[in-house]
């Protein structure tokens, strides 16, 4: 059981907004460490794609944005695409346990 | 751009041990913190271990630790994972990642390699 808590699963039609939400405690999130969240293709490795709560890097569409409050974050994805289908996974430090903390992950389906 | 190369996984039984490599490229590794962070099969993500710059650092999950041991050469670009008294729960595809620090509090893996699979039979 992560200390990250994640919904299993989202879903959206083509075109839609869906958000995911990463729920912490005041020994992460709440305790002011960044989040950060991954995409994570089928049979593929993970790959960054919002980092510091609201960044993106280099090459990440700008349907994809962070936010961050209080003891949780949410990423959010407008304008779903096929391709978008895959797990997310958010990320953060934990000072209780004293490591580099990953959501349970959520997989995306696209309708 | 960086890349990330694992070698090393296997098939071993339990209570054996394997050593990972990772090979980096089109970076400067001697500055960045590096990562291993694994994945079992159908399961999520979880953080294992990490290394300063000079490998005078070295910080490990409490499931590993004692057990496994993360190091570098910096003159290879390389960076280890020696793992003994392996358990069926350290089944996982292994991955070595490139760890950002300082610009964000806590860090995060920017640069990942594709995986190496480690299957420990009981």
């Known amino acids: 059981q992560s200390v990250l808590t994640q919904p299993p699963s989202v879903s959206g039609a083509p075109g839609q907004r869906v958000t995911i939400s990463c729920t912490g405690g005041s020994s992460n999130i709440g305790a002011g460490y960044d989040v950060h969240w991954y995409q994570q293709l089928p049979g593929t490795a993970p790959k960054l794609l919002i980092f510091g709560n609201i960044n993106r890097p280099s090459g990440v569409p700008d349907r994809f944005s962070g936010s961050k409050s209080g003891t949780s974050a949410s990423l959010a994805i407008t304008g779903l695409q096929a391709e978008d289908e895959a797990d997310y996974y958010c990320q953060s430090y934990d000072n209780s346990l004293s490591g580099w903390m990953f959501g349970g992950g959520t997989k995306l389906t696209v309708l | 751009e960086a890349q990330l190369v694992e070698s090393g996984g296997g098939l071993v039984q339990s209570g054996g041990s394997l050593r990972l490599s990772c090979a980096a490229s089109g970076f400067t590794f001697s500055s960045y913190w590096m990562s291993w962070v694994r994945q079992a099969p159908g399961k999520g993500l979880e953080w294992v271990a990490n290394i300063k710059q000079d490998g005078s650092d070295k910080y490990y999950v409490d499931s590993v630790k004692g057990r496994f041991t993360i190091s570098r050469d910096n003159a290879k670009n390389s960076l280890y994972l020696q793992m003994n008294s392996l358990r069926a729960e350290d089944t996982a595809v292994y991955y070595c990642?490139?760890?950002?620090?300082?610009?964000?509090?806590?860090?995060?893996?920017?640069?990942w390699g594709q995986g190496t699979l480690v299957t420990v039979s009981s």
């Open positions: 990642a490139r760890r950002v620090v300082g610009a964000t509090k806590g860090g995060y893996f920017d640069y």
